[in-house]
């Protein structure tokens, strides 16, 4: 079989019969999956929050920016939230490398199935080829380098906006309305419940998930806090039926201050009614 | 005992490319032309399904003529190739240079070797660059020969009488309108050509996503042949073009 690195237009090319890219890598290359990668076993860095939440008319999903190895912090400016094509959006947690790896598979895998058939894989058809990726990454799930993403997207044949969560056996199971993955992901959870609301804008969606991400940073260590010092904040996505687009640094960092100053007098965050 | 027929390789490889020079010259023309934001595809087509010019990545575009087959399956093998070779190293590795010497090693290889037919296909392969000096267009023949174009591709037919007109009413710095209209005078023979026999695409290098590759169809064409005179509004020029078939409604243009 050819690699890549030779010059020129390989036959293998004109023979495959696929369009996923994820087959053709494995077939043509396979060394260069996600999956087939050997990895040092205790040094890969953990990612971790992520949420999204719908509207009416749109989904929101945002992550924390902290990347942990062990008790210490790797990175705290990482980037785990990611608009995979025009529609749709993909959260990561769990191992940090593998993850973001197999974010670029999975994007080149929508854009390539697009550019050769000529239309874009349905929701479902994405949600689809996203849980086989993870399929793939079992072996090494076993072995502690677990890939938990989260996708979310604008349906366009429904005219809705979904949610998927996974397991790391490639399951693939449909949200409705708000979820969260990663290691802080029950308080943020728990933080959606009683803020969520369908009627939502998309601003109260962005507020409402730097709610629910401060209050996972607040109780889970390896989810981190909006980094008021160095204006480090959570990664916002949004997309609908004008296509995804990430929300400026600008607009979170004042729902964040909102969050923030609001939190001074009742530091637990906004109080639910009782009944 | 008999006496294997003698051919000259002179007369072989002459035989192979008034093959292949006949199969392309039946099939109708594409044009490819710089304007100030970048590169403009344009091919007479009736189909709305079938393609000539399509993306092959971010910035790389591809037209091409001849037999359908031969030119879906270069075009197919190019998207692996660029794909590939974008996921192992980086998106930024993916040049038209590198994909137009891949096409040309395909089909020189099978052009001169006596097993198979030779192609019947002529291609461009198109890069938007950062700047105007960035742009690159390739034009590749049968045979496999390269050539680098500076503001003008044709292939088809003919190519020869068509690449004259364009190249005499261009320059690189004209308007999108200007460069469509100017490609379709070219391509009509007696009649004009209305919206519903063109596929247009262009290279754009304003456009803020990655993929720079966006075809023009429906109402946005006809007002870009429409010219000047009437009030352009560009809409839908932000919203992503997927797939083909936002045709909508075919309107003929009189121009």
Known sequence: MSSPRTPGLSRDL???????????????????????????????????????????????????????????????????????????????????????????????????????????????????????????????????????????????????????????????????????????????????????????????AVTAAVQSLVDAADDDAATGGPDLARRIFPVVWVASADGVRRVPDIEVGEAVDAVVSARRSRPDGPGAPLL | MTVPFYVAPEQLMKDRADFARSGIARGRSVVALRYVDGICLVAENRSAALHKVSEIYDRIGFAAVGRYNEFENLRIAGIRHADLRGYSYDRRDVTARGLANAYAQLLGTIFSSGGEKPYEVELVVAEVGETPGGDQLYRITYDGSITDESDVAVIGGSADRIATTVAAGMKPTQSLGDAVRGAVTALSGAAALGVDALEVAVLDRTRSQARKFRRLSGPELTDLMAGPASPTKRKRSKAPELGSDATGSAVRAES
Not at chain 1, 23 to 49: F, I, K, N
């Open chain 1, 14 to 204: 004109l023979n495959e019969h696929t369009t996923s890219f994820a087959d053709l890598v494995g077939r043509v290359s396979p060394e260069l999956l996600p999956a087939q990668r050997s990895s040092t076993a205790d040094l890969a860095p953990t990612a971790t929050t992520i949420v999204a939440l719908t509207t009416p008319d749109a989904v929101v999903m945002a992550g924390d920016r902290r990347a942990t190895m062990g008790h210490t912090i790797a990175q705290r400016d990482i980037e785990k939230v990611f608009g995979a094509d025009e529609y749709s959006l993909v959260g990561i947690a769990g191992s940090a490398g593998l993850s973001i790896e197999m974010v670029r598979l999975f994007r080149v895998e929508l854009e390539h199935y697009e550019k050769l058939e000529g239309v874009s894989l349905s929701l479902d058809g994405k949600a689809n080829r996203l849980s086989a990726l993870i399929r793939g990454n079992l072996g090494l799930a076993l072995q502690g380098f677990v890939v938990v993403p989260l996708l979310a997207g604008w349906d366009q044949d429904r005219a809705v906006a979904r949610i998927f969560s996974y397991d790391a056996t490639g399951g693939r199971y449909e949200e409705s309305h708000f979820f969260a993955v990663g290691s802080g992901a029950p308080y943020a959870r728990g933080a959606l419940k009683k803020l969520y609301r369908p009627d939502f804008t998309v601003v109260d």
